[in-house]
């Protein structure tokens, strides 16, 4: 292994597949053009190579830059699973429909509770009808500007804390250790896709990016 | 001398002109400032990417002369309209604050 390849494979650490080809491609064709230039200058090979990988800096703090500005490992496999996800429910589109009928049904079940006087489960079944229903509405909508992504996203989280506030009432704190664990994977997800939103141009953004 | 918070502007400074590839980029920026603006050049290429996801730059297949006879491509970029308004801000920014600092600096 070359200085260049152990200088590339830092570089690129954790990064995704594709990232890494762009990656060594690039620098593979700077590194060669410096040493070219040195030679021309007079330097021997053997210092032209080392001349050229100096020039390129340290590995590492490249790499954090690269982190900041291409995708990741985890955030190409995060764009992948999530296209996945997409041709599920898009393959089947019985699928959706039911999701949407669990959404009428749920409503219709919230409103018969509340007329027949039970508040307290016409309350928790409205608390999941209304947690349910940004996916829903994920289905069925379309979102092709990012702007419409964001305002979908605020009234995403609006429509799941509406529904926690719901089911939980004035449980909510003790409760509260369940609903972190819960809800730290979403958190999580919510927070990469807004680095991968940051890294990759609207155009090519995939479906699951808008919401 | 540090180019933190200066190299976007550079780029697409050496951009204005013609299309280029990283090692020209990096080459006009030294060469124009005599020497004096010197970086690490694995630092470029980020760099270049945060710019084209900004929009500020696009980025296309061209000629490499080393390769011309195998016909290998090498990654060219170019400056947008969105980056030349971006660089025409930053100039006038910098002419600002560099007026600003000058004019200090020669009351001592």
Same mark, same amino acid.
Not at chain 1, 48 to 71: E, I, M, P
Not at chain 1, 107 to 115: E, R
Not at chain 1, 190 to 205: D, G, M, Q, V
């Given at each position: 292994m070359t200085a260049l390849d152990d200088w590339l494979k830092q570089a690129t650490r954790h990064l995704a597949k594709d990232s890494v080809a762009r990656v060594r491609t690039e620098i593979q064709e700077h590194f060669e053009s410096t040493r070219d230039a040195a030679v021309a200058d007079g330097?021997?090979?053997?210092?032209?190579?080392?001349?050229?990988?100096?020039?390129?800096?340290?590995?590492?703090?490249?790499?954090?830059?690269?982190?900041?500005?291409?995708?990741?490992?985890?955030?190409?496999?995060?764009?992948?699973?999530?296209?996945?996800?997409?041709?599920?429910?898009?393959?089947?589109?019985?699928?959706?429909?039911?999701?949407? &009928?669990?959404?009428?049904?749920?409503?219709?079940?919230?409103?018969?509770?509340?007329?027949? &006087?039970?508040?307290?489960?016409?309350?928790?079944?409205?608390?999941?009808?209304?947690?349910?229903?940004?996916?829903?509405?994920?289905?069925?909508?379309?979102?092709?500007?990012?702007?419409? &992504?964001?305002?979908?996203?605020?009234?995403?989280?609006?429509?799941?804390?509406?529904?926690?506030?719901?089911?939980? &009432?004035?449980?909510?704190?003790?409760?509260?250790?369940?609903?972190?664990s819960c809800l730290w994977p979403l958190a999580w997800t919510e927070s990469t896709r807004a680095s991968i939103r940051r890294k990759l141009p609207a155009a090519a953004w995939p479906r699951q990016l808008y919401l | 001398m540090n180019l933190k918070g200066t190299l976007p502007t550079l780029i697409l400074e050496a951009l204005i002109r013609e299309p280029s590839h990283g090692y020209r980029i990096a080459q006009r920026i030294k060469e124009r400032s005599e020497g004096v603006l010197d970086f690490r050049e694995g630092t470029l290429y980020p760099a270049l990417h945060r710019l084209e996801n900004e929009g500020m730059i696009e980025s296309f297949d061209g000629p490499s002369s080393r390769d011309a006879e195998n016909g290998r491509t090498r990654r060219y970029y170019r400056i947008t309209e969105s980056g030349r308004g971006m660089l025409t801000r930053d100039r006038g920014e910098w002419r600002a604050h560099s007026r600003a600092v000058t004019m200090i600096l020669e009351e001592v």
């Amino acid at each position: 292994m070359t200085a260049l390849d152990d200088w590339l494979k830092q570089a690129t650490r954790h990064l995704a597949k594709d990232s890494v080809a762009r990656v060594r491609t690039e620098i593979q064709e700077h590194f060669e053009s410096t040493r070219d230039a040195a030679v021309a200058d007079g330097a021997t090979p053997d210092a032209a190579d080392k001349f050229a990988l100096n020039a390129l800096g340290n590995a590492k703090v490249a790499n954090c830059q690269y982190r900041r500005v291409l995708l990741t490992a985890a955030e190409g496999r995060m764009l992948r699973s999530g296209n996945w996800e997409a041709h599920a429910v898009c393959s089947r589109p019985w699928l959706k429909w039911i999701i949407a &009928g669990a959404l009428v049904v749920g409503l219709c079940a919230a409103s018969a509770l509340f007329f027949t &006087g039970r508040a307290e489960v016409g309350r928790d079944v409205l608390g999941v009808a209304i947690g349910v229903s940004p996916l829903t509405a994920a289905l069925f909508l379309r979102f092709r500007t990012p702007a419409r &992504g964001r305002v979908f996203r605020v009234a995403k989280w609006l429509a799941m804390t509406i529904a926690v506030a719901l089911v939980f &009432g004035p449980e909510l704190l003790k409760w509260s250790w369940l609903l972190i664990s819960c809800l730290w994977p979403l958190a999580w997800t919510e927070s990469t896709r807004a680095s991968i939103r940051r890294k990759l141009p609207a155009a090519a953004w995939p479906r699951q990016l808008y919401l | 001398m540090n180019l933190k918070g200066t190299l976007p502007t550079l780029i697409l400074e050496a951009l204005i002109r013609e299309p280029s590839h990283g090692y020209r980029i990096a080459q006009r920026i030294k060469e124009r400032s005599e020497g004096v603006l010197d970086f690490r050049e694995g630092t470029l290429y980020p760099a270049l990417h945060r710019l084209e996801n900004e929009g500020m730059i696009e980025s296309f297949d061209g000629p490499s002369s080393r390769d011309a006879e195998n016909g290998r491509t090498r990654r060219y970029y170019r400056i947008t309209e969105s980056g030349r308004g971006m660089l025409t801000r930053d100039r006038g920014e910098w002419r600002a604050h560099s007026r600003a600092v000058t004019m200090i600096l020669e009351e001592v």
